[in-house]
């Protein structure tokens, strides 16, 4: 049997999408956001200086001095067959002499190693100059300027007879964590706490945005009967928890449009810099800076499946609190006032997800994992990182699904309750009061009509 009370939702979500879509700023608004995804990993392959190799050189002369102990071998360049005619001589020549012959030659580059004495150990530095108005262009010089990095590298390693195995010894990095010997037995492998950080500093931003986004438009659609006056006309076709639900899900559909958009647009972005290597020439420097370590995560095809399923919950609850404020608010000034309440919900999330990964605590991430407030936030990372096992998220999940639940219904209430409403914003207590009072309200009048109805 269908809920009279839900007759009419897709009425009022189509109408509420198609008013959505018909402004013109809603569309650019989407249109600048693709563009922005789009022109961003481009953008920052242009700014890291990453050029793409070359596959045929103009360079026939390369003026090569070198003013380290080390001696380069440069067999390897010559060895590539874009550089198998490349003609290298050596000099000891000054930098404005280089300057005039590279200039001079259009195709021409010259290429000086250096060491200095830093504070900590000397560092060598290899630059390569090309004329600017010759024919030799920066991809090329970037090209050779790699091949020679490896080649001085390889002669280094070979002056003080270090084999590949052992150079592959000395650079592979080193993975430790502190486990409990029950883990240990158990074989349970957990992230470090810098990709635990990580991972949850990031995933609760997200989630953030995510609410964040989704208040303004679930307080503009509350209010907006409101403030038109046309509550009165509304309600004699649909009920108010229809009214209220069919414009919660067109707010899902704008925020989530939104992303997929975003998401296209990197889609795009990273199909643009997949000829010139794709954006892993990034990878590395994340995991150094950050010490964060992509192969400690347990990604998996069911654990994107929860992702999703986590963000719709999260909106969920974010949006029946925000349904729940929006509905106190009478005019756009009052606003203000009751986004109080989210902007707490969503600052208390973030800040336990951002630092409850530092105590390296179980009761912590079990706590935080559980307890609804904190769960959106921190529950699949800590089920990602291994801190927490598949049962504890299910149960995490239905925790917060059932909350999410709540909210949406007390929201379709208070939404009922506070149409007619013109006060100012009234307080939690009040709210709670009003809500017991109508209550107590219908069910008197549920029993007046039964024994009539007999």
């Known amino acids: 049997?269908?809920?009279?009370?839900?007759?009419?939702?897709?009425?009022?979500?189509?109408?509420?999408?198609?008013?959505?879509?018909?402004?013109?700023?809603?569309v650019a608004f989407l249109v600048i956001l693709f563009l922005l995804a789009a022109g961003s990993m481009p953008l920052a392959l242009l700014m890291s200086g990453h050029e793409s190799e070359v596959e045929e050189t103009k360079i026939h002369t390369l003026y090569l001095r070198n003013e380290c102990a080390f001696s380069i071998v440069t067999d390897s360049v010559l060895a590539d067959e874009r550089y198998q005619?490349?003609?290298?001589?050596?000099?000891?020549?000054?930098?404005?002499?280089?300057s005039e012959k590279v200039l001079a030659e259009a195709d021409a580059a010259a290429a000086v190693i250096s060491m200095k004495d830093g504070m900590l150990m000397p560092s060598l530095t290899l630059r390569t100059v090309y004329g600017e108005n010759g024919d030799v262009t920066s991809a090329d010089a970037e090209t050779l300027n790699h091949l020679l990095e490896n080649a001085l590298h390889d002669s280094l390693m070979a002056s003080l007879a270090i084999t590949k195995d052992q150079e592959a010894i000395v650079n592979?990095?080193?993975?430790?964590?502190?486990?409990?010997?029950?883990?240990?037995?158990a074989g349970a492998e957990e992230s470090n706490t810098d990709t635990h950080v990580f991972v949850n500093m990031f995933y609760c931003y997200?989630?953030?945005?995510?609410?964040?986004?989704?208040?303004?438009y679930v307080f503009q659609q509350c209010m907006e009967e409101k403030v038109s006056k046309l509550v009165e006309s509304l309600?004699?076709?649909?009920?108010?928890?229809?009214?209220?639900?069919?414009?919660?899900?067109?707010?899902?559909?704008?925020?989530?449009?939104g992303l997929a958009?975003?998401?296209?647009?990197?889609?795009?972005?990273?199909?643009?810099?997949?000829?010139?290597?794709?954006?892993?020439?990034?990878?590395?420097t994340v995991e150094n800076i950050l010490h964060f370590s992509f192969a400690d995560l347990h990604f998996t095809l069911p654990t994107i499946l929860l992702f999703v399923v986590c963000i719709l919950i999260a909106f969920a609850m974010c949006a029946g609190l925000s349904g729940i404020s929006g509905s106190c608010c009478s005019k756009t000034e009052d606003t203000q006032q009751a986004s109080l309440v989210s902007m707490t919900f969503l600052l208390t999330g973030y800040l336990a997800g951002a630092f409850a990964p530092m105590f390296e605590s179980d009761a912590v991430n079990i706590f935080c994992s559980l307890f609804p407030v904190t769960s959106v936030f921190t529950a699949l990372p800590n089920y990602t990182c291994g801190k927490i096992g598949l049962p504890l998220l299910l149960l995490a999940l239905v925790?917060?699904?059932?909350?999410a639940l709540f909210l949406m219904r007390t929201a379709g209430r208070v939404y009922k309750m506070m149409l007619l409403y013109r006060g100012g914003v009234p307080k939690p207590a009040q709210i709670i009061r009003m809500l017991k009072e109508n209550k107590a309200a219908e069910k008197a009048a549920a029993g007046k009509e039964a024994p009539h109805a007999e």
């Open 261 to 284: 958009v975003v998401g296209l647009g990197f889609f795009v972005s990273f199909q643009l810099i997949k000829p010139f290597g794709g954006f892993g020439f990034a990878a590395p």
């Open 206 to 216: 997200f989630i953030m945005i995510l609410c964040g986004i989704s208040i303004g």
């Open 235 to 257: 309600l004699v076709s649909v009920s108010p928890t229809a009214l209220l639900t069919g414009k919660l899900l067109a707010v899902m559909l704008f925020v989530f449009s």
């Open 172 to 185: 592979s990095g080193v993975t430790s964590r502190v486990a409990r010997i029950a883990d240990y037995r």
């Open 85 to 98: 005619a490349l003609k290298i001589t050596e000099t000891d020549e000054d930098d404005d002499t280089l």
């Open 1 to 26: 049997m269908k809920n009279p009370e839900l007759h009419g939702v897709g009425t009022v979500f189509r109408y509420t999408v198609q008013q959505h879509y018909k402004t013109p700023s809603v």
């Open 399 to 403: 925790i917060q699904a059932l909350t």
